[in-house]
């Protein structure tokens, strides 16, 4: 294909993309998943967890040892209609750090890293909660949220509209997940929700609340898994949580999916799957799955 055919070809898809068009849509992705920026951010490295600034032209992830000892957090910019190569935050890259949720502002990045929760250069023994502010283009200093966490992994923590912080934890023996109350810019103590939404013997993993507060994803292995974890949602009803429901083989496979994120707009789903070993980065249309 000569340069001007594809040049051609470039003017005219730009030519049909609506106005408002946010640089990580995909018109493939409507129906089917979509490998997110193959080459530049979803590469043969294991990457994970997507999430974007409100405007949509930058993304932060986390690139990561295939062992999961220690991850990255990097970020991309979009610019003359491409992805570009993605650089690691000024704060991260010599501890475990990933997870990365943008409150509803985007004044702060939350996270989760194994950095020193002391004085010492020793690593935390467990993986713990932490945030650090962000205004335009300046990152603060990271903030360890001792009161949210534990003794025991604490992981992938997600906000709503309002503020309140969920996320899923290892404390008390158990892998629950838990809802810390927002007041002002601090939280209550946080609450497990109860375990019968994942189901007879659901295992959860990573979680995302949306906005609303209202419904969930879930990262689960359960007996309806078609892989090693698989996606499922739950939505409050009334005030109660409902039993976690697959959400189908279009998003599911014999792979492993888990880090399910919602793109700012609310139209996107975007997750990782394991295959042969290597996480990449994905995305579908929310419509195109049974929400």
Not at 167 to 188: C, D, H, M, T, W
Not at 237 to 244: F, H, Q, S, V, Y
Request: contains cysteine.
């Amino acid at each position: 294909m000569n340069t001007f055919f594809k040049n051609s070809i470039l003017l005219l898809a730009l030519s049909v993309m609506p106005v408002d068009a946010k640089p990580y849509d995909n018109y493939q992705a409507n129906d089917q998943v979509v490998q997110f920026a193959p080459g530049v951010i979803s590469t043969t490295q294991f990457e994970i967890n997507s999430v974007f600034n409100e405007a949509g032209d930058k993304v932060i992830f986390s690139r990561c040892s295939n062992d999961f000892k220690h991850c990255t957090m990097m970020q991309s910019s979009y610019q003359n209609n491409q992805w570009q190569a993605s650089t690691i935050l000024p704060f991260s890259g010599q501890f475990l750090d990933a997870d990365a949720y943008f409150n509803a502002d985007f004044s702060y990045l939350y996270f989760v890293s194994k950095r020193p929760i002391d004085n010492s250069e020793q690593e935390a023994s467990s993986i713990n909660l932490w945030r650090v502010s962000h205004h335009k283009n300046t990152w603060g200093t990271p903030e360890y949220l001792n009161h949210l966490s534990s003794s025991e992994h604490d992981l992938y923590p997600s906000i709503t509209a309002n503020g309140d912080l969920y996320f899923p934890s290892f404390r008390n023996e158990q892998r629950l997940l838990y809802v810390a109350k927002a007041i002002g810019k601090s939280f209550e103590k946080p609450v497990a929700l109860p375990s019968e939404m994942f189901g007879e013997k659901g295992l959860i993993g990573d979680t995302v609340v949306l906005p609303n507060g209202k419904t969930i994803i879930f990262s689960m292995r359960r007996a309806d898994s078609l892989g090693e974890g698989d996606l499922y949602v739950s939505h409050k009803i009334n005030g109660k949580w409902t039993i976690a429901k697959h959400l189908g083989d279009k998003v599911n496979s014999k792979d492993h999916e888990f880090t399910p994120i919602v793109s700012p707009d609310g139209q996107y789903l975007f997750f990782t799957r394991i295959e042969k070993g290597v996480g990449n980065l994905y995305q579908i249309s929310l419509s195109a799955l049974p929400m």
